[in-house]
């Protein structure tokens, strides 16, 4: 299949979770991941990420950095990549940050559980709507449209439903990950990937590339996943 190159970036506590229990967004990335995290969607064609957190947290996905921002348009490229949102039922506020910010150009991939009213809003906020025959949004579709949308790189940041399912298809390339020096424990906290889960047997590989120890006390992994024959 014709698809991007994607790849996963999280920020996680030392126990592998990347939200409180109280699924608010809290805060993990140091200044420093923050400053990664803008350099990688500068160079990204696409950023996108799942329903829950985009209906729940509403974030810009912008490029914070007038520089990077500048130089992307020195490339000829726009100042902000794609934003793209995956969601069963779409249900944006009408001030939504995510629609509006940064003039990026976006793309929601649906399904028929959307209200006709909110497939009409959004086109009017000029968000381009793919809607899905099924109960969810097909993902192998998803990365073959957006491939013939120009997408050669995505960026995908979360959450936990959505990394999974993605790498459960063996639509993930690489994952990488700040790993804070910090604890937040909880049963019912996401962690990078949950959905189903794998049986040991299925589990999937990863081969580590490249790590870094950082002096806030973080760590950085990237990992490549390896194709399974
Ligand atoms: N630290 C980090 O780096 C980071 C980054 C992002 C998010 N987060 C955290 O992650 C948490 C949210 O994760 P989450 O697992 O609850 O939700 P999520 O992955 O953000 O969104 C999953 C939702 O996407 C929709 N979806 C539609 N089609 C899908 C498909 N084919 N496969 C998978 N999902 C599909 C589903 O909506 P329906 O349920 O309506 O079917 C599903 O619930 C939040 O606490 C957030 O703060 C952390």
Redesign the pocket.
């Known amino acids: 299949m014709d698809r991007p190159y994607v790849f996963i ?4 506590t030392a126990d592998g979770k ?2 409180t229990s109280a ?1 608010r ?2 805060a ?1 990335s140091s200044a420093r991941d923050k400053e990664r995290v803008d350099k990688l969607r500068a160079e990204s064609d696409a950023v996108m ?6 209906l ?2 509403d974030p810009k996905l912008t490029v914070k950095s007038e520089a990077l921002r500048a130089e992307r348009v020195g490339r000829g490229l726009p100042p902000n990549p794609m934003k793209v949102g ?4 779409a249900d944006f506020k009408s001030h939504s940050k995510f629609l509006h910010e940064g003039g990026a150009r976006i793309v929601i991939f649906t399904t028929h559980r959307t209200s006709n009213e909110q497939l009409a809003f959004l086109r009017s906020q000029n968000a381009e709507v793919v809607v899905h025959d099924g109960e ?4 192998q579709e998803m990365m073959q449209a957006l491939r013939e949308l120009g997408i050669k790189r995505l960026m995908v ?7 999974f ?1 993605l790498i459960r298809l063996g639509l993930v390339d690489e994952v990488s990950a700040y790993v804070a020096p910090m604890i937040f424990g909880g049963e019912t906290a ?1 962690t990078m990937a ?1 959905g189903s889960g794998l049986e040991r047997s299925g589990a999937v590989p990863l081969r580590l590339i490249h790590f870094e120890n950082w002096d806030d006390g973080g760590v950085l992994l990237q990992y490549k996943v390896e194709k399974v024959s």
């Open positions: 970036n999280v920020a996680m990347i939200d699924r967004g809290a993990i990420v799942g329903g829950r957190t985009l729940d947290e995956v969601v069963t039922r969810r949004v097909d993902l940041e979360g959450g936990a439903t959505l990394n399912e996401p949950a």
